[in-house]
Structures are given as C-alpha cells and as structure tokens.
C-alpha cells in the first residue's frame, strides 16, 4: 500500500510502514525501542535526530554499525549524539539552523523562477515557465502564476540575481544573467503555495514529488552549463538545499536522567522558546545506563542507587510544569497500556508547530522485572493511577476546547498491586516494611 494512502491512526496501517530503526542490540525487551522504531515509522524519511547520552546513544550508536535505517529511496533519520547537559541546545541549533536553511531555499526559488518576494507571483515579464504550465502529478491543472508588477528580490544572498523588470533575449526569469538556470514559475508558485501546508502524509508526499521535479529541472539546466563556475551559480546552491523545501521533524530524544535532571534547563528553555522541536522522553525512571540510579523521575517509595531507603520524595511532573507555557503540547503515552493512544500522541506532537514533549513510559531491567512482561507492566502502571495518560494540545484552546485531555480511565487496582510486581519496590517491603508501607501510603 503506498505510504500516503496509509491511515496513520490505525495501528494496522502504522505496522506497514517501513521501521528505519531496526536491530538496537539494546537490552531484550527494552522498553525504550518501541517508541523510536514508531517515530522512525511515522518520520524516518525527513527525521532529524538529537540524542542525549545515555541507553539510547549506546544502542542508538554501536558504531561502525546502526540502527538508523534508510528507505529505497535512501531516505532515512539524519542521528547524531550530544551530551547529557546540551542535547537540548544542541536540537534547537539544529532546528535554527534547518529553518535558515529553508529560507534561503525559499529566497533563491523565487529568484530564479522570477517571482515576487512578497506575493510568490510572477514578476512582470518573467515567462510562464513549459508549454501548458506546470503540470501536477496527479494529473490537475497547471498552477496559475498571476502577473505582479515589480522584480523578484533576494537581498544578502550572494550571487543571485539582481532586480529587473524584463527577461532578456534568452528567456530565461527577469535580471537572471546570460545562461542561468531558471525555475518554471508556476512549479515553484505551487511549492511556495504549499510550504507551509504540509500537515499530513499525503501532502508532505506532494510536496516531496515537486521538489524532486525542481531537482530535476535544476540539475538539467545545470549539466548543460560549463562545469567551471558552475558550482558557484545561485541554481547549484538551491539544488543543494531543495530538500529543505520539504518539512523537517527536528527530535530531541533521551531518558529521564537527561529531561528531567541533568539537561532539564536546556529543556526547558526550548520548550519555552516556540520553535517547532519535539521532545522524547525515554522515561525508564532511572539512570538506566549507568547502573540504575534514582533520578528525579524515580517513584515515590522505589529503591535504586542513592535511594537505597526507598525514595522519599515524588517523582518531579515534568509533564505539568510544560504544561503551564501554554504553548506547548505535552503527551504522557505507555504503549503497552494504549497503543493507539501512543500512536495519536506522535502524530499529533509532531504535526503541531511549536514545542512538543512526549513522555514515555519504558519499562527497564532495572525495575526488577521479567523483560517478556514488559508491556504487562505499563498496563499495570497505567490501570493503577501510577502513570496517567494525557494530551495537552494548545490548538484546543484555540477552538474554545479544553486544552487537556485526560485519556486514561480512574485507576482499577490498588497501587500496591502494581508495585508489588516490581523488584525496586518489594526490596523496601523486606527490608524496611514499615517505611514501605509508609510509602506506599503516600503514593496511593
């Protein structure tokens, strides 16, 4: 079934799809992996990685092997690895850096088809680009290029072409020089058009196949040129950056020691600074690849390294302190409780556009548990209230909607059920049983 034909809601349709993270070497049954082999399904193909040190940058990066996949087409998630204390920033240059990118891009496009910097609209005199216009792919219409006055502009990009109001004996767009490659007008007026349209799979496909015609049409243009200087010409830099044309998830990716401790100020200034990244959080409750100790992510009355007597205070609600931005969509998910749940919370994280987090739950060797049971344990965090599941979309409150949306039902069993199934807490119950059951009266 083609990729956009696909219903990424339906847990069907998204196994499907091409996982572009495959074969971690991570721990067996590692609750981690699941979540990145579904946003490598969902994303893979225009995914930009920033990993944190920790588990996910061990089995993320055993080199000189990856998980990190490519499709048929070679497309594949672009993964690289940071500190602990600066993956956040770390993204975030990578974001700012993805965004100025696509202006650029977007400034030469309208260049060298001849448009306005404004409007998109053809400047007066510029061609109408090949006989017919150009042609979509699904066989509509060519697009209408609308004649404006005035002549394209690309100011601060060096090398391109200067202001003018006619073409000249070559015919090729306004103020190009004797023998520059030129765009059709009405296939990058359709890519200008759609720019910031590309909200689901089936439009991001569409604008993926007009850049690939761009592509084309520029290495054409560019083969027919002498090859000195050739490299230097305003139509060789668009082709080098034209994939940016097409939208980029920009992924901030590490565990609980990173958002929640040691990087949570970097975090939090990203989540707080309204550029469109999205944050996951492989949340293990410990310090996983370093022996399991308590980070502030640790539960209430659970017993790890540096919390031998059990934790006494909560685990910290990084969820609610995203929440009060605002701005920021905020997703607690545990794909052993609701899968589907999950799979709504990535698509709709992803597809917002301004910070996300995403919380999720990953069961851990480190939690005393038999790893073959792990997805039975989210569903035991979940149905005792331990680990609740939400949504926090602001475009709700756009709408005149609350804004949070609680997805998980009231709690089934007594919490002490739950936490009797793990190891990190029945240690304190033998060890200490009257601080255990104080405990464990806390958290319930």
């Not at 060797?365 to 344990?377: L, S, V």
Request: net charge negative; aromatic share 6%.
């Amino acid at each position: 079934m083609p990729r956009a034909a696909l219903n990424l809601h339906k847990v069907g349709h998204q196994q499907l799809q091409q996982p572009l993270f495959e074969f971690s070497g991570a721990c067996a049954g590692c609750g981690e992996t699941p979540y990145l082999k579904l946003a490598s399904q969902l994303f893979g193909d225009r995914m930009v990685v920033a990993n944190a040190t920790g588990c996910s940058s061990i089995y993320g990066g055993n080199l000189p092997t990856t998980p990190w996949s490519t499709n048929a087409a070679g497309r594949g998630p672009a993964w690289c690895n940071s500190l602990f204390e600066d993956n956040a920033e770390f993204g975030f240059g990578l974001r700012v850096a993805l965004d100025q990118q696509r202006e650029m891009a977007l400034a030469l496009l309208r260049s060298l088809a001849g448009l306005d910097s404004e409007t998109g609209a053809a400047s007066s005199g510029s061609r109408s680009g090949p006989p017919g216009g150009w042609m979509a792919n699904d066989g509509s219409a060519p697009v209408a290029v609308s004649p404006s006055a005035g002549g394209s502009r690309l100011a601060g990009v060096p090398g391109a072409a200067a202001d003018s109001e006619r073409p000249d004996d070559s015919g090729e767009p306004a103020g190009m020089p004797a023998g520059e490659p030129s765009v059709a007008p009405g296939l990058a007026a359709a890519i200008l058009a759609e720019i910031d349209q590309q909200a689901d799979e089936a439009a991001i496909h569409a604008q993926r196949e007009r850049v690939e015609a761009l592509k084309r049409q520029l290495q054409a243009r560019l083969e027919a040129l002498p090859a000195d200087g050739r490299a230097a010409l305003p139509a060789a830099r668009l082709l080098a950056i034209a994939d940016s044309l097409v939208k980029t998830s920009v992924w901030l990716v590490g565990g609980d020691g990173w958002a929640y401790d040691i990087g949570f100020g970097g975090l939090d200034h990203v989540l707080a600074s309204g550029r469109d990244v999205n944050a996951l959080v492989l949340d293990t409750e410990v310090y996983s690849n370093t022996g399991g100790q308590a980070s502030k992510a640790t539960p209430l009355g659970a017993v790890a390294p540096f919390a031998a007597g059990g934790k006494a205070s909560a685990k910290k609600d990084l969820g609610l302190m995203a929440i009060t931005y605002g701005t920021v969509y905020v997703a607690s998910v545990a794909m052993g409780a609701r899968d589907e749940h999950t799979i709504r919370a990535f698509l709709e994280a992803e597809s917002y556009g301004g910070p996300s987090l995403i919380l999720a739950y990953s069961h851990c060797i480190a939690h005393g548990i038999a790893m073959e049971r792990g997805m039975e344990q989210q569903r035991l965090a979940v149905a005792s209230g331990r680990w609740p599941l939400y949504r926090h979309d602001p475009r709700r409150s756009e709408r005149g909607e609350n804004a949070l949306q609680l997805d998980s039902p009231a709690p089934s069993i007594p919490l002490a059920e739950a936490m009797a199934s793990e190891r990190r807490f029945r240690l304190l119950a033998s060890t200490q049983p009257e601080r255990s059951r104080e405990l464990a009266r806390q958290a319930q």
